[in-house]
């Protein structure tokens, strides 16, 4: 019986059921998902050292021969086989530690290659090898199976070892490659000289040179980023995301009124950026802009401005929040701010009891514009937002691509504007929107004090609460972060709920609120607004409140555990604090101030420029974790990074573009095979779902 590439992973040789599970946890379903299971690193075997060669504190792969061995316990939970061995250039120890289990295997006069980190053995005078893998070579046959070539190295998951997960993406490479269709246009291949795909996939599992790999990587890659183009591009061009819509006629009355009744007047780079969007709603083309500006820049005065000015035009404008406690708090400040404008404002999130509910929907479906603030449940079916003039998305890297597509086509292409505290690799820019527009604030409202950030170990945990008191008898207020909401067993972290407790006992006289994410929403919205309201002077929280909250009065942070946050992160928390004119203070508080903590601080300790420190982080992290887009839903490439590969990106992007020009049906035969790639992504190979 063939396979198909839909075949489940059991059915390949020698998987069965069991195993089956096994590779289900690696996330492999299917004979196609092992074809492209491409190796997580390889190990050169191409040229092996010998013994003579080796050096101490290399790490190498070697081929010896077993003279004599012996294993002993050396203590409880230390158990050590060693071996004298040799190959043909001189003498070596092997040690294995805490692997019994191939007491059953390894025997004098047998043939092994082993992988470890060589060490000199001041007894013996012999070099020593600590063997992390061993194989077994038992015939010629293995000897030319496992060395002379680079060999791939695969992720594992617990209960399958190496030379299994290669064997078996072996045999799936072996039965599957038959079926690999290359769906790229032969045109498109030979003009940016490409690679076929079976030998390019061949080559990623089996390298056989660093050129050919490169080669074929970059094969792949253009795949991912092509076909992931394409998509969005037609998706683009369906959503008539550049096409025309009607200008809004703005008069800044409101405006101009709104300007008047905040307390302080707007920094120039408000202004600017205030300026370039009223430009962008006056014109017939929909705003595709993005803002970016750090923690405390006064986006959020901004994002009003543009609100009001589709209300001036008659439309209603409406804010999408990441959060719900970010909806609620910019919906009371806005309701406040506007109260005197006889402006209708409501809040739309979801969960909301009936009434509420039916009430918002009632003031979204009336005839009169109106402003809407609410999270993702604006995307559901029911709320008509078809009178949309503007549409503002905060924190926009916390929402997915087709969440928001979701949201602009069911507004009717409205002008649309996206803030964000973090700034975004251009590769990323591209991936999830397309040509933007960009503008930034570059400028802090005045009277800012800089926060001083100091790192510290748990032991002066007294001497900032004595801090935090000083703080407190002048009537500020104090938030203390924790990472986790409970305590778990792997990580032995203090979490917010034991935090909470501890807390309250050491400052009595204070009132003590815990805030985090499993409360309900309208727990949170209560303890924000005590918070707010400075009935409740010490906030206990998980990063709940790391975005956007905006609390002036508070000058003090305590971060518990800061190793375990990232940089941005640190930094947006820490953006939390230094709102008012006051002096403010941040703890970062870490179980080491080693100096390898110290550098990994210096970047937040340092500077209170949340760019300069997202590029550290990005560089340390990796996007993915810095923008937060992993659950966001931006595309999980097999070989692609966007940082590294942004240039294949702008080709493939290039590509994409001039494809869907040419022939925007894709129903030409060169194209017609892309088509057939768009439309199914489980019978060809390389490619992204959009979700
Ligand atoms: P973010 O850019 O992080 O969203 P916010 O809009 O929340 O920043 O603004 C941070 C704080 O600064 C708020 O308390 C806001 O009222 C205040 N603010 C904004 N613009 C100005 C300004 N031009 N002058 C003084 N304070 C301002
Ligand atoms: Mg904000």
Same mark, same amino acid.
């Given at each position: 019986?063939?396979?198909?590439?839909?075949?489940?992973?059991?059915?390949?040789?020698?998987?069965?059921?069991?195993? #089956?599970?096994?590779?289900? +946890?690696?996330?492999?379903?299917?004979?196609?998902?092992?074809?492209?299971?491409?190796?997580?690193?390889?190990?050169?075997?191409?040229?092996?050292?010998?013994?003579?060669?080796?050096?101490?504190?290399?790490?190498?792969? *070697?081929?010896?021969?077993? @003279?004599?061995?012996?294993?002993?316990? *050396?203590?409880?939970?230390?158990?050590?086989? @060693?071996?004298?061995?040799?190959?043909?250039?001189?003498?070596?120890?092997?040690?294995?530690?805490?692997?019994?289990?191939?007491?059953?295997?390894?025997?004098?006069?047998?043939?092994?290659?082993?992988?470890?980190?060589?060490?000199?053995?001041?007894?013996?005078?012999?070099?020593?090898?600590?063997?992390?893998?061993?194989?077994?070579?038992?015939?010629?046959?293995?000897?030319?199976?496992?060395?002379?070539?680079?060999?791939?190295?695969?992720?594992?998951?617990?209960?399958?070892?190496?030379?299994?997960? %290669?064997?078996?993406?072996?045999?799936?490479?072996?039965?599957?490659?038959?079926?690999?269709?290359?769906?790229?246009?032969?045109?498109?291949?030979?003009?940016?000289?490409?690679?076929? &795909?079976?030998?390019?996939?061949?080559?990623?599992?089996?390298? /056989?040179?660093?050129?050919?790999?490169?080669?074929? %990587?970059?094969?792949?890659?253009?795949?991912?980023?092509?076909?992931?183009?394409?998509?969005?591009?037609?998706?683009?061009?369906?959503?008539?995301?550049?096409?025309?819509?009607?200008?809004?006629?703005?008069?800044?009355?409101? *405006?101009?009124?709104?300007?008047?009744?905040?307390?302080?007047?707007?920094?120039?780079?408000?202004?600017?950026? *205030?300026?370039?969007?009223?430009?962008?709603?006056?014109?017939?083309?929909?705003?595709?802009?993005?803002?970016?500006?750090?923690?405390?820049?006064?986006?959020?005065?901004?994002?009003?401005?543009?609100?009001?000015?589709?209300?001036?035009?008659?439309?209603?404008?409406?804010?999408?929040?990441?959060?719900?406690? &970010?909806?609620?708090?910019?919906?009371?400040?806005?309701?406040?701010?506007?109260?005197?404008?006889?402006?209708?404002?409501?809040?739309?999130?979801? +969960?909301?009891?009936?009434?509420?509910? @039916?009430?918002?929907?009632?003031?979204?479906?009336?005839?009169?514009?109106?402003?809407?603030?609410?999270?993702?449940?604006?995307?559901?079916?029911?709320?008509?937002?078809?009178?949309?003039?503007?549409?503002?998305?905060?924190?926009?890297? !916390?929402?997915?691509?087709?969440?928001?597509?979701?949201?602009?086509?069911?507004?009717?292409?409205?002008?649309?504007?996206?803030?964000?505290?973090?700034?975004?690799?251009?590769?990323?820019?591209? /991936?999830?929107?397309?040509?933007?527009?960009?503008?930034?604030?570059?400028?802090?409202?005045?009277?800012?004090?800089?926060?001083? /950030?100091?790192?510290?170990?748990?032991?002066?945990?007294?001497?900032?609460?004595?801090?935090?008191?000083? !703080?407190?008898?002048?009537?500020?207020?104090?938030?203390?972060?924790?990472?986790?909401?409970?305590?778990?067993?792997?990580?032995?972290?203090?979490?917010?709920?034991?935090?909470?407790?501890?807390?309250?006992?050491?400052?009595?006289?204070?009132?003590?609120? &815990?805030?985090?994410?499993?409360?309900?929403?309208?727990?949170?919205?209560?303890?924000?607004?005590?918070?707010?309201?400075?009935?409740?002077?010490?906030?206990?929280?998980?990063?709940?409140?790391?975005?956007?909250?905006?609390?002036?009065?508070?000058?003090?942070?305590?971060?518990?555990?800061?190793?375990?946050?990232?940089?941005?992160?640190?930094?947006?928390?820490?953006?939390?604090?230094?709102?008012?004119?006051?002096?403010?203070?941040?703890?970062?508080?870490?179980?080491?101030?080693?100096?390898?903590?110290?550098?990994?601080?210096?970047?937040?300790?340092?500077?209170?420029? #949340?760019?300069?420190?997202?590029?550290?982080?990005?560089?340390?992290?990796?996007?993915?974790?810095?923008?937060? /887009?992993?659950?966001?839903?931006?595309?999980?490439?097999?070989?692609?990074?966007?940082?590294?590969?942004?240039?294949? &990106?702008?080709?493939?992007?290039?590509?994409?573009?001039?494809?869907?020009?040419?022939?925007?049906?894709?129903?030409?035969?060169?194209? !017609?095979?892309?088509?057939?790639?768009?439309?199914?992504?489980?019978?060809?190979?390389?490619?992204?779902?959009?979700?």
């Amino acid at each position: 019986m063939g396979l198909s590439l839909t075949s489940d992973v059991q059915y390949i040789k020698g998987v069965g059921p069991a195993i #089956g599970q096994l590779l289900n +946890k690696l996330g492999l379903y299917t004979l196609k998902d092992c074809l492209i299971f491409f190796p997580r690193e390889y190990d050169d075997r191409r040229k092996l050292p010998c013994v003579k060669e080796v050096e101490c504190g290399d790490m190498v792969t *070697i081929v010896l021969t077993i @003279e004599s061995m012996s294993d002993k316990k *050396i203590k409880k939970g230390l158990h050590v086989i @060693e071996a004298v061995t040799f190959d043909s250039s001189d003498w070596m120890k092997a040690v294995w530690f805490n692997q019994a289990y191939l007491l059953k295997v390894l025997k004098p006069g047998l043939k092994l290659l082993v992988k470890g980190k060589v060490e000199t053995n001041l007894f013996t005078y012999m070099p020593q090898i600590n063997v992390s893998e061993t194989e077994i070579l038992r015939s010629v046959d293995d000897i030319k199976k496992s060395t002379g070539v680079i060999i791939p190295i695969y992720n594992l998951t617990a209960g399958l070892y190496q030379a299994q997960i %290669r064997e078996i993406i072996k045999q799936a490479f072996m039965t599957g490659k038959t079926l690999i269709q290359d769906n790229l246009s032969n045109h498109i291949k030979r003009e940016h000289n490409l690679m076929e &795909l079976l030998p390019a996939i061949t080559e990623i599992h089996y390298p /056989t040179s660093v050129e050919n790999y490169k080669k074929a %990587r970059y094969r792949i890659v253009f795949d991912e980023f092509f076909f992931y183009q394409l998509r969005l591009e037609k998706q683009r061009i369906q959503h008539k995301q550049i096409a025309k819509t009607t200008p809004l006629i703005i008069t800044q009355s409101l *405006i101009n009124h709104y300007y008047q009744a905040l307390p302080y007047s707007l920094t120039n780079a408000q202004n600017k950026v *205030i300026h370039e969007i009223l430009e962008d709603l006056r014109k017939p083309v929909a705003m595709n802009r993005l803002i970016q500006g750090d923690v405390g820049s006064g986006k959020t005065d901004v994002a009003i401005v543009t609100l009001l000015a589709a209300i001036e035009a008659g439309k209603n404008g409406v804010l999408m929040a990441p959060t719900e406690i &970010l909806a609620t708090q910019h919906y009371l400040k806005i309701k406040g701010l506007l109260a005197p404008f006889n402006i209708q404002c409501t809040l739309l999130k979801g +969960k909301m009891k009936k009434r509420e509910k @039916e009430e918002s929907l009632a003031v979204i479906e009336s005839s009169e514009a109106c402003i809407i603030i609410g999270t993702h449940s604006l995307i559901e079916q029911y709320v008509n937002l078809s009178n949309c003039g503007v549409m503002i998305i905060d924190e926009q890297h !916390r929402f997915g691509v087709m969440q928001r597509i979701k949201l602009q086509d069911k507004a009717n292409n409205p002008h649309c504007l996206f803030m964000t505290a973090t700034p975004i690799p251009r590769s990323y820019m591209l /991936t999830c929107f397309g040509d933007l527009d960009k503008s930034i604030i570059d400028e802090l409202p005045p009277g800012r004090v800089r926060p001083v /950030t100091s790192l510290v170990t748990d032991e002066f945990l007294p001497q900032i609460y004595q801090k935090c008191v000083e !703080r407190l008898r002048l009537k500020e207020q104090v938030y203390i972060v924790f990472p986790l909401v409970e305590e778990s067993e792997k990580v032995d972290l203090k979490s917010a709920v034991d935090g909470f407790e501890s807390i309250d006992i050491i400052f009595k006289e204070y009132q003590v609120g &815990l805030i985090h994410g499993r409360m309900k929403p309208d727990e949170k919205n209560e303890i924000m607004k005590e918070f707010k309201d400075n009935k409740i002077q010490i906030l206990v929280s998980t990063t709940v409140i790391e975005v956007g909250v905006d609390v002036p009065n508070a000058t003090i942070m305590v971060i518990q555990d800061a190793d375990r946050f990232g940089l941005s992160q640190l930094h947006q928390l820490r953006g939390r604090i230094g709102r008012g004119g006051k002096q403010s203070y941040c703890f970062l508080i870490s179980k080491s101030n080693s100096d390898q903590a110290k550098k990994r601080f210096k970047a937040i300790t340092d500077t209170a420029d #949340g760019f300069k420190i997202a590029e550290y982080d990005l560089k340390i992290r990796g996007p993915g974790d810095v923008l937060g /887009t992993r659950q966001a839903g931006l595309p999980q490439f097999q070989l692609a990074d966007l940082l590294r590969d942004e240039q294949v &990106l702008l080709l493939a992007r290039k590509v994409a573009k001039q494809v869907l020009k040419e022939d925007p049906e894709l129903s030409s035969d060169g194209y !017609r095979s892309l088509k057939t790639q768009l439309e199914s992504f489980t019978d060809t190979m390389i490619g992204q779902h959009l979700n």
